[in-house]
């Protein structure tokens, strides 16, 4: 190993044990976080991301200068931590409470500083996921996310990928492993939520519910920047980020180590619109995406048979019709409603939706809606605060509605018919110090999983660190 490798090994693992012992472990998911996959991270004093409870201890929580060493020769690391208290205290599946957390890690290698090499960068990312229950699958029983962070306990890498820019920055060029849910289909008004998070219609139509976390798969990337505030992206994958089988998805690739390359692909392309989206603007912010994902693998279908026959008929065969492909469209849009003086695009009061179909015959959802409204730097004694309300509506497809009112009738049993699932969520997010927020959170879910009768509410609260 060369001996700069060598040093950056061993710095690397100082820093982070330095770390540990001065209780500055973790961070959140927003700022740095969130644009590293698609822009110029914030970075400060050179080394630290912004936010970062290391600003608020001594010597920047760097005392041997471990990790400045490290970002001067091109390699800054972040670390999250994210923990959930909820509760269901009413309807579900069940009533109970859990505590979850993530342990979010990244490092970034920039090529250019370490070894000459402009416009390549390297990106990882891993996660530690622990809990003592999922609120959403185990106790509300419902579809939609209620904590984006539940996920079956494990550790496991996410992403690993090599970017290099191309035309004066306005082409990139991604390879490797890689998640959609970081750069697709993505609201940035809604990231304060519990419940934001890679939409419903995705996450149940696609094989495995797609690349997206806790699941990444390998693929290719292209980002075009033709002209200030409109961007192109194109992506292609492999379509099953954990490969088919039985059982939960996040079993069948419990590490992130799978690499399939062999399953039908997944297309999904964007394109974006700003408008007055810089720090320095002044107008109210706009941001406008329009995109759409396509599947080339076989999807069964929700109501027939492939001998023609309805699914619920006990004569017929009961095996699934076969539909190849699978496609799904959406718009995303991002409106601020007031922008305070000095503001940025996410600052005073903004609005957000995502909007999404894809065909009725061969996915459980067919229509799919969110939205919210989110206040931030309102309260003069807490500029860091914000608060805000948002809402998920997932219809289920005509199909499944369909195919439950067969199984009634030929049964003659009452039965569930599944229409949608509907979330509201109320938060506010209080910023202790830089990089360390506390959360207090009420969700009500009606129809969870289509049932009328399992109508639930959480309570709870969240609490984030980042280093």
């Known amino acids: 190993m060369p001996r700069i490798a060598r040093r950056i090994v061993i710095h690397a693992f100082l820093g982070l044990t330095g770390a540990a012992l001065l209780g500055a472990s973790d961070a959140s998911a927003q700022a740095w976080w969130n644009t590293i996959p698609y822009n110029t991270p914030e970075i400060q004093d050179g080394f630290l991301p912004v936010p970062s409870i290391a600003t608020s201890l001594p010597y920047k929580g760097d005392p041997a200068g471990h990790r400045k060493w490290l970002a001067d020769r091109g390699v800054i690391f972040g670390l999250e931590y994210t923990n959930d208290v909820l509760a269901n205290v009413r309807g579900g599946l069940r009533t109970g409470a859990i505590d979850q957390g993530k342990l979010h890690g990244i490092v970034t290698v920039d090529f250019g500083t370490l070894a000459g090499w402009n ?63 970081t750069e697709f289909f993505y609201s940035d008004s809604s990231q304060i939520f519990l419940q934001s998070d890679w939409p419903t219609i995705a996450a149940a139509n696609l094989p495995s519910g797609g690349a997206a976390y806790p699941l990444s798969t390998p693929g290719v990337r292209l980002r075009i920047d033709p002209v200030k505030n409109v961007t192109l992206l194109l992506e292609v994958l492999n379509g099953d980020p954990a490969g088919p089988g039985p059982g939960d998805e996040q079993l069948r690739n419990r590490y992130g180590l799978n690499f399939r390359v062999s399953d039908p692909p997944f297309v999904i392309g964007e394109v974006q619109f700003r408008h007055n989206a810089d720090k320095t603007d002044e107008g109210l912010a706009t941001t406008v995406k329009l995109g759409g994902w396509g599947h080339t693998g076989l999807f069964d279908d929700q109501r027939f048979a492939n001998d023609h026959s309805l699914l619920a008929d006990p004569l017929g065969s009961g095996v699934a019709a076969r539909h190849r492909g699978n496609n799904g469209f959406y718009a995303v849009i991002d409106q601020q409603l007031y922008r305070p003086k000095g503001a940025d695009a996410q600052g005073g009061i903004s609005v957000f939706t995502r909007m999404s179909i894809s065909p009725s015959d061969r996915n459980l959802i067919d229509r799919y809606i969110d939205g919210g409204i989110v206040f931030a730097g309102l309260i003069p004694t807490r500029p860091d605060d914000k608060f805000g309300a948002s809402v998920i509506y997932a219809k289920f497809s005509d199909s499944v509605s369909g195919f439950d009112r067969d199984t009634v009738l030929f049964t003659g049993l009452p039965g569930v018919i599944r229409d949608y699932e509907a979330n509201l969520e109320l938060t506010y997010v209080a910023q202790i110090v830089p990089g360390w927020t506390v959360q207090p959170n009420l969700q009500f879910v009606w129809h969870p999983s289509g049932d009328p009768s399992r109508n639930a509410t959480v309570i709870g609260a969240r609490s984030q660190w980042r280093y």
């Open 119 to 181: 416009g390549l960068t390297l990106f990882s990312n891993f996660f530690q996921i622990h809990n003592t229950g999922r609120i959403r699958r185990d106790y509300v029983g419902g579809i939609n996310t209620i904590a984006a962070i539940e996920a079956v306990p494990a550790t496991r890498l996410s992403e690993i990928w090599l970017e290099q820019k191309f035309a004066d920055n306005k082409v990139t060029l991604k390879v490797g492993q890689i998640a959609a849910d």
